[in-house]
């Protein structure tokens, strides 16, 4: 049973409200009238008829007092922006690398670490794919392989740090492969797409001593660095006496390179980077930072957001603050598992992920389980959620068959800052009215499927 009084285990917001956005509440009729024009993708919602919107937690988050005042120092100069200094400091301060090219977000990040650092066939190791991280990787001819540990795959086992990469199939890969044709090992902290699952500083200690043997690069995904600190400090043993600031070092003292976006642990609305500390390696993300996003000293980001970017990177390694974030969503899946509904276990840092083949098990994967019970839960309480599933996944580059992805999920996301307990207590209510008539939920299919990413754009129907 929850105690939602106990402090420690949901500790209570660690900060005031200032400004207040109302919420519209939209009727049940409008409900299926928005998702049927949406074409049964919760992407292609109007925001303002989602009564709580758990897409995601990209861009989504509530900035400080401090952050909306460096809003106002922006120096919006063309080039040499004492904002991007000020970044530029913060990152080295944070992470320990040596340079930053700042960029519009993640993507404009992994475009570019992936054009440089990618040769044609190469193997990309990772651990599990994440959508548009993948999506670079294959665009500039490189092969991505999994080498998450199993565990990572079975939703319902809950087991600490099932984000860690299996180093048996790295090792395994290396020499089978050789290491000259791998272009480097992608490890993010923490895994999206395994449930927001963290990665142990073991893990990432043992993946860099590996890879230094074979000269290959450690370029991490640091997304979400600070709520995998959380959890290392929660549940690693020799970090509970730690602060989050130097858990954070060490964590990226065991790689080359790495990229972020800023719109996640970074607690802003826009933004990313990516660091280095390879020389010609920077040299050549300078190159192309022009070509795609825009000066090294702005990389498509405003003055501003530099300066936001700074301070929020800063206010994520509080460890007040961080607490009590990896707390709020662990509540949520606390009380969803109190009225038996299946989840991705245990709690990953961002979101709670429900499991579609269990919540839905009369649908087959291609139904698209996960992408109809994310449809279902917008009518039934005006809740914004993600699949994340077999629609996600895609198809296979040289097949074109579909990737079919053990996890069929749905994700519900929490926004940094801005939703409270009893937001996420009408959540659960909301998903324990629809887990009762579960079986009305009906399956799923392609209306118009676009060639690339197509979770975000693509239309459905339901099959009669
Ligand atoms: N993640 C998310 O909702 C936003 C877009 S995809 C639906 O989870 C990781 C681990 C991410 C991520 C974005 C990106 C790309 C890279 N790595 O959205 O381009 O979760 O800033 O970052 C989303 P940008």
Redesign the pocket.
Known sequence: MVDIFDLKQYPAEPFKIKSVETIKTVTKEDRIKAIEEAGYNTFLLKSEDCYIDL?????TNAMSDKQWAGIMVGDEAYAGSKNFLKLEKVVKEVFGFKHLVPTH????A?NILSSIAIKEGQYVPGNMY????RYHQEHNGGIFVDVIRDEAHDAALDVPFKGNIDLNKLEKLIDEKGAENIAYVCL?VT??LAGGQPVSMKNMREVHELCSKHGIKVMY?A??FAENAYFIKEQEEGYQDKSIREIVKEMFSYADGA?M????DGIVNIG?FLALNDDELFGKAKELVVVYEGMPSYGGMAGRDMEALAIGLEESLQDSYIEYRVKQVRYLGDRLKEYGIPIIEPAGG?AIFLDARRFCDHLTQDEFPAQALAAAIYVEGGVRS?ERGIV?AGRDVKTGENHYPKLETV?L?IPRRVYTYKHLDIVAETCKHLYEHRKDIKGLKFTYEPAQLR??TARFEHID
Do not use: I, W
């Open positions: 897409l995601t937690d990209s861009g977000q993640g993507r404009g992994e994440f959508t548009t991280t993010a895994v999206n995904d997304t979400r990229t976006s800023g719109k996640k990313g961002h993600m996600s994700r996301t979770f975000f």
